[in-house]
């Protein structure tokens, strides 16, 4: 099987093609724009592996995304390739456009033309998996659960992007027949996440000796997913999965964000004590709510354990002792794509 993989140098797309190498028959062809969170640190391992390719592309360049399902020919598009943080959204939200809605709808005129020519048995088989967030459901109160049937509400500039990404890949769907899935899931956490989303962010600060910033009160809910998980699951639905549904991906973890912090903080307290003896609690500080802060978040997961028979392997606290595991291990890692100094040493042998 080949799978064109979109994004894969991002923080998703990179443990997939980590996951996918080791438990599927598959060739990847990984496309990716190499953003400021787009690294190949994250693939060091893999990048002489004969399964696996790096072609480095804007996928809003139609003509060389023509090209690139010309040339490798995929029995599959997993689509990772997004802007995702929401406070850069906010600041700046061409790019989320640009990316989330122009990109999509370049991809899916390549693979709809791709797809047209192919013989029948190929057609019938081939798929395009788009991978969404649950924050285009808008925000939940206190009760309830984002299902597969929840109204779009979304209330960033990043999540409307989102939101618009899904659309079009259901309008490809039911106008062109094109054989597409779709997955909506919840906060990730794990290894190779770039160093400005939360759980990173909060144990890089904590070892500097930084404040730990949290918005508002943090009392604000998310059902957070170990990227494993989510990884295992988005091969369950490319394998299981009925063209022209989707699927949420949740890891039954309901945390206020507040409580994550203090997770993290007591996890470091036992792992990598403060020199002075002090728990990291002490560095966090509650800073001013950013605009459109949505409340709380839950995902209802059952239609991918009823139909596909999938639920998460880790526990919260199994997951987030891996993570921070990794992260200790990983200081350098950490450092290099941060400054961008593994860019200026290998980026032009893959440019």
């Not at 989330?100 to 791709?114: D, M, P, R, V």
């Not at 956490?189 to 009160?217: C, H, R, T, V």
């Not at 709380?296 to 595991?325: M, N, Q």
Request: one cysteine or more; hydrophobic letters at 35%.
């Amino acid at each position: 099987m080949n799978i064109l993989v979109t994004g894969g140098a991002g923080f998703i797309g990179s443990n997939f093609i980590h996951i996918a190498l080791l438990n599927m028959d598959t060739h990847i062809v990984n496309v990716d724009k190499l953003t400021y969170a787009g690294n190949l640190e994250s693939l060091r391992d893999v990048e002489n592996n004969s399964r696996y390719k790096f072609v480095w592309c804007d996928i809003c360049q139609h003509t060389a995304v023509d090209k690139i399902f010309a040339e490798y020919r995929p029995d599959a598009v997993v689509h990772f390739a997004a802007e995702s943080h929401v406070d850069r959204s906010i600041d700046g939200p061409a790019e989320f456009i640009q990316t989330n809605i122009n990109g999509t709808f370049s991809l899916l005129e390549a693979a709809k033309k791709y797809w047209n020519v192919l013989d029948n048995d190929r057609k019938s088989q081939f798929r395009f998996l788009h991978v969404s967030t649950d924050e285009v459901y808008g925000t939940l109160g206190e009760t309830g659960y984002f299902t597969e049937e929840t109204p779009y509400a979304p209330n960033s500039p990043y999540s409307a992007s989102k939101a618009s990404s899904d659309h079009l890949v259901r309008a490809y769907c039911h106008t062109y027949g094109l054989p597409v899935l779709m997955t909506n899931c919840s906060n990730n956490y794990g290894s190779f996440q770039f160093p400005e989303k939360l759980i990173p962010l909060i144990i890089l600060n904590a070892l500097e000796g930084k404040l730990l910033p949290i918005y508002g009160d943090g009392q604000n809910v998310r059902d957070w997913l170990y990227v494993e998980d989510h990884c295992r699951a988005i091969m369950t639905v490319l394998d299981k999965g009925k063209p022209g549904e989707k699927y949420n991906i949740g890891g039954h973890n309901e945390k206020t964000n507040l409580s994550i912090v203090q997770a993290v903080c007591d996890i470091l307290d036992e792992k990598q004590p403060r020199r002075d003896g002090k728990s990291y609690r002490g560095q966090i500080t509650f800073v001013k709510d950013r605009p459109g802060h949505d409340l709380r978040y839950a995902i209802d997961a059952s239609k991918i354990k009823k139909e596909l028979g999938w639920v998460p392997t880790e526990t919260f606290e199994t997951g987030i002792a891996k993570t921070i595991e990794w992260y200790l291990a990983s200081m350098e890692w950490c450092q290099r794509v941060t400054d961008g100094s593994y860019k200026r040493e290998r980026l032009g042998n893959v440019i």
